[in-house]
């Protein structure tokens, strides 16, 4: 299992990333301090249960990862939606394809080498193509989920277009979580 001082400080860092970017969105201060307390204290949790269940100390890092991914993703969406002006329609579904891959293109080395922490290193090409497909569906379930809450759904409780397609793209990385994790364990990263 990896190095705690590693583990935890990497926990803190993207809990910090994840409040900061909820609070921009109009949370609370308290936000700044609570997610990486959060952080840590899961961190800790996962890793001492860890040791008797690996699979709950992979998922956890596997989470904070995917976590770092949705908001590379949401941080491209935004900059689409900004620099267009276009938060609905056709070309959000392709905005979203675009942030998505990005986003999971980089999180395949915080996958392979933090979260299952496979060292393998002559079965790369073979551990890409099956990350590539396992993604692949992901992709779709990500961009089915977030087009149907912005195209068919529509902004709900008040939000802007704005806000609610960043509420379409966090439920659209949760549910994207269900694939990924298992197909990753097991078909990619399998050991």
Sequence with gaps: MGDMKLDLT???VISLLVAVYFYLLGGSWWLLIFFPILGLVGMYLAKKIGEKHLVIYQLAKFCLIGALAALVDLLILNILIFLS????????SVFKIVSFLIA??????GDKFWAFESKEMLKMKVEAVRFFGVT????????????LMVNLIGPQFGLSPRVWANVAGIVASLSTILWNFPGYKYLVFKK
């Design 136 to 147: 692949l569906v992901g992709l779709l379930i990500n961009v089915v989920v977030a087009s």
């Design 85 to 92: 002006g276009i938060s609905a329609g056709f070309w959000f």
């Design 104 to 109: 999971f293109s980089a999180k395949y080395v």
């Design 10 to 12: 990497t926990s803190a």
